[in-house]
């Protein structure tokens, strides 16, 4: 599919409103209405969620394609929205508009392209149940930075869920980041710039496979090197993980936040250092936004807030 993103969304949108439909109707599976949607304003709202989609996709995946798009976009786009703060409500209504989504490309494809091209986005029921879990969302917004990031992570059970949880506070890393490392992303040490000290220098594999670094303390760095040399790789079980976050928290008697939490106390960490510098507000939040892999400032002051 060729056309803007703000175009692309509207051919599918044309695709699933039934002006007057009933609820009957599209909730009957052998009805032309089956699955439709009725509602002007919901429309809209659905609309505005594609184009948003449809331009992450473009900006980190390189896809400008919306029918080539899936599952693992859907992933990273969902869990992009969850760092930035979202609430448990809005996280939902993204759910809902991504299986409108599915069910959209499935009719544009069968009925312009004459292709009965296979699209399964069901990865967002395993995102919102874990997210609800875990306390990755919350009912309304507040910051989310542990009090002291230290302490959770000395207390954790597991050695192995120990570094990981340094590798996301200190170098502001996501999970995704943190559960897979290999001996080639271990790239020795560097001074950083900001704070003059040398630290550990770990290649992550962003979206769309782009590579970034993060920095790390040469303590967590040298762990995560031994390990890697006697076991060839760093790998840990992400839920298996998330449990130990939120045991630790109940354990402690700390508000649970999920391993995210742990880059909102990066972020908050990081401009400090930036600040200390010399460098102004606006400067100090687009480079931590960068840091972060964020490519807006935006999303990144949500962790500044509250």
Same mark, same amino acid.
């Given at each position: 599919?060729?056309?803007?993103?703000?175009?692309?969304?509207?051919?599918?949108?044309?695709?699933?409103f039934?002006?007057?439909?009933?609820?009957i109707?599209?909730?009957?599976?052998?009805?032309?209405?089956?699955?439709?949607?009725?509602?002007?304003n919901?429309?809209?709202?659905?609309?505005?969620?594609?184009?948003?989609?449809?331009?992450?996709?473009?900006d980190?995946?390189?896809?400008?394609?919306?029918t080539?798009?899936?599952?693992?976009?859907?992933?990273d786009?969902?869990?992009?929205?969850?760092?930035?703060?979202?609430? #448990?409500?809005?996280?939902?209504?993204?759910?809902?508009a991504?299986?409108?989504?599915?069910?959209?490309l499935? #009719?544009?494809m069968r009925?312009?392209i004459?292709?009965?091209?296979?699209?399964?986005?069901?990865?967002?029921?395993?995102?919102v149940?874990?997210?609800?879990?875990?306390?990755m969302?919350?009912?309304?917004?507040?910051?989310?930075?542990?009090?002291?990031?230290?302490q959770?992570?000395?207390?954790?059970?597991?050695?192995?869920h120990?570094?990981?949880?340094f590798?996301?506070y200190?170098?502001?890393?996501?999970i995704?980041?943190?559960?897979?490392?290999?001996?080639? #992303?271990?790239?020795?040490?560097?001074?950083?710039?900001?704070?003059?000290?040398?630290r550990?220098?770990?290649?992550?594999?962003e979206?769309?496979?782009?590579?970034?670094?993060?920095?790390?303390s040469?303590?967590?760095?040298?762990q995560l090197?031994?390990?890697?040399?006697?076991?060839?790789?760093?790998?840990?079980?992400?839920?298996?993980?998330?449990?130990?976050?939120?045991?630790?928290?109940?354990?402690?008697?700390?508000?649970?936040?999920g391993s995210?939490?742990?880059?909102?106390s990066y972020?908050?960490?990081?401009?400090?250092?930036?600040?200390r510098?010399?460098?102004?507000?606006?400067?100090?939040?687009?480079?931590?936004?960068?840091?972060?892999?964020?490519?807006?400032?935006?999303?990144t002051?949500?962790y500044?807030?509250?």
């Amino acid at each position: 599919m060729r056309g803007s993103p703000e175009y692309q969304a509207s051919l599918l949108i044309r695709k699933l409103f039934r002006e007057g439909s009933k609820k009957i109707e599209r909730t009957d599976p052998t009805h032309q209405h089956y699955q439709k949607l009725s509602s002007y304003n919901t429309a809209d709202t659905y609309k505005n969620t594609l184009i948003n989609l449809i331009y992450f996709a473009k900006d980190n995946w390189k896809i400008k394609d919306c029918t080539k798009i899936n599952s693992d976009v859907i992933e990273d786009y969902l869990y992009e929205k969850i760092d930035s703060g979202i609430s #448990q409500q809005y996280l939902e209504r993204l759910s809902s508009a991504i299986g409108k989504f599915e069910i959209a490309l499935k #009719q544009f494809m069968r009925e312009e392209i004459g292709e009965n091209r296979h699209y399964d986005f069901s990865i967002r029921f395993a995102i919102v149940n874990e997210a609800r879990r875990t306390g990755m969302v919350v009912d309304n917004y507040h910051n989310r930075a542990y009090k002291n990031p230290q302490q959770l992570i000395d207390s954790l059970s597991n050695p192995l869920h120990k570094i990981a949880a340094f590798v996301e506070y200190e170098g502001g890393a996501r999970i995704s980041a943190t559960t897979l490392i290999k001996l080639d #992303q271990l790239l020795g040490y560097s001074v950083d710039p900001i704070i003059g000290i040398e630290r550990g220098l770990i290649m992550t594999r962003e979206k769309g496979g782009i590579r970034k670094e993060v920095m790390v303390s040469i303590e967590t760095y040298d762990q995560l090197k031994r390990h890697v040399d006697v076991n060839g790789l760093f790998k840990i079980d992400r839920q298996q993980y998330m449990k130990d976050i939120r045991d630790t928290c109940k354990r402690l008697d700390i508000k649970p936040e999920g391993s995210h939490g742990l880059r909102w106390s990066y972020a908050k960490r990081r401009m400090m250092e930036y600040s200390r510098a010399g460098y102004t507000y606006e400067q100090s939040l687009q480079a931590v936004s960068w840091e972060m892999k964020h490519n807006r400032a935006n999303i990144t002051e949500h962790y500044l807030g509250g």
